[in-house]
């Protein structure tokens, strides 16, 4: 496996570059969350302080209740781990409105960078299989659209099929592991889940 080159923040930057009212954004909990928050904080994005494993079901159902919007999930890798069912679930449901994207750097960051099972050291009795493919267990589950990007060259392409490409697309990028400033959105909820709600139907 070739060592990650692409750093998360500028990487998350470039994804969400002039995000619009039709782009719905769900970020995992943890650096994912202070990720999106470092692009910009906006009612359409949804941060998620805890559910770990639950941001790609979340997703999901949003894709399905505003099949008029593009729903974006940016996660972890222990996110991910945690909710591998809902790639089955997604499966099943095809929507074309859907993309994936989850920033592997093998580490589980916020409980002190222990691997992550994509880690290739922390994967056999030995620690020395290859890690666990996130890509290939999501076309396990039928998701037919899946990759991995490693390199800068590749970041072009996955911007515009992560904004843009018929869902649903599932993406695993390889990022580096780095020590980042927290860049944090509102702490409270309730607030998060009333002004996204607000951003996207208006009040009641």
């Known amino acids: 496996m070739s060592k990650a080159i692409l750093r998360r923040r500028p990487l998350v930057k470039k994804i969400l570059e002039r995000a619009d009212d039709n782009l719905l954004v769900l970020a995992g909990l943890g650096s994912a969350n202070w990720d999106v928050t470092n692009a910009g904080d906006r009612p359409l994005n949804m941060p998620l302080w805890g559910a770990m494993g639950a941001t790609v079901a979340m997703g999901l159902g949003l894709a399905l209740a505003q099949p008029a919007k593009r729903v974006l999930v940016i996660t972890g890798d222990g996110d991910m781990l945690m909710g591998m069912g809902s790639l089955a679930t997604v499966a099943t449901q095809q929507p074309d409105n859907l993309a994936?994207?989850?920033?592997?750097?093998?580490?589980?960051?916020?409980?002190?960078?222990?691997?992550?099972?994509?880690?290739?050291?922390?994967?056999?009795?030995?620690?020395?299989?290859?890690g666990a493919d996130l890509s290939l267990i999501a076309k396990g589950c039928g998701i037919a659209d899946t990759a991995i990007v490693r390199a800068e060259a590749e970041v072009s392409q996955l911007v515009k099929d992560l904004r843009t490409k018929k869902g649903p697309v599932f993406r695993v990028v390889k990022v580096m592991v780095e020590k980042l400033d927290f860049v944090m959105p509102p702490q409270d909820g309730a607030h998060l889940k009333d002004r996204f709600r607000q951003a996207l139907l208006g009040r009641p």
């Open 100 to 130: 994936i994207c989850v920033l592997d750097n093998e580490k589980f960051g916020e409980t002190g960078n222990q691997a992550t099972h994509t880690s290739p050291r922390n994967n056999g009795p030995t620690g020395s299989g290859a």
